[in-house]
């Protein structure tokens, strides 16, 4: 997984270094001085080659420092890119250990059951269903189940917005539909 992280990461930041235009005049717009898209780009390190900029920013990474987010310098704060991501992190963990919870257990209930009784009408079924339920994309199962189980049945949300502050069991529920979609895919 690191490996394939790391070849990702070349890929990404070598196909960036082919984009036309500058990236500093883009961010400070046509209007920029030359002063100004001088000092912009020495203060981002940009003047340095693309391979010293690339070793900085794993060893950054590595060091936990992932860099400082452009998206808010517009309103005058700087952000970390880590205080973006950490709290989505934190949510699809949330979202993985409730899914590995359900399936699992299911996984291994349904194959061990489908093995001991072979080549009968529940072996067949099973087989049926996982090949069913993996052949379709994520998204369509994801939106079978908020017709079935949000609009027509359960009343489940069909919209969730989990924050930090969310309670546990209310965020247990409004992580059901995701978690069935994932363990759908993942029990085949």
């Known amino acids: 997984g690191l490996l394939t992280l790391f070849v990702v990461s070349i890929i990404i930041f070598s196909s960036l ?61 700087e952000r970390e890119v880590m205080e973006l991501i950490a709290p989505r992190m934190w949510n699809t963990l949330f979202l993985a250990s409730m899914t590995a919870i359900i399936a699992v257990p299911l996984a291994l209930a349904l194959g061990i059951t489908a093995a001991l009784y072979r080549n009968s009408l529940y072996d067949r079924a099973i087989n049926a269903t996982t090949l069913t339920t993996i052949s379709f994309p994520e998204f369509f199962v994801a939106y079978i189940l908020i017709l079935l189980f949000s609009q027509i049945f359960f009343g489940f949300p069909s919209l969730a917005n989990v924050t930090s502050d969310t309670p546990f069991w209310e965020r247990v529920e409004k992580c059901i539909l995701p978690a069935m979609t994932l363990t759908l895919v993942i029990v085949a």
């Open 17 to 77: 270094q082919f984009l036309p235009g500058d990236f500093a005049t883009a961010v400070l717009g046509q209007a920029a001085t030359p002063e100004n898209v001088a000092a912009f780009r020495e203060e981002l390190g940009l003047n340095e080659p693309a391979v010293t900029r690339y070793i900085q920013w794993v060893a950054g990474v590595v060091q936990g420092d992932f860099g400082t987010s452009f998206s808010g310098r517009s309103a005058g704060r």
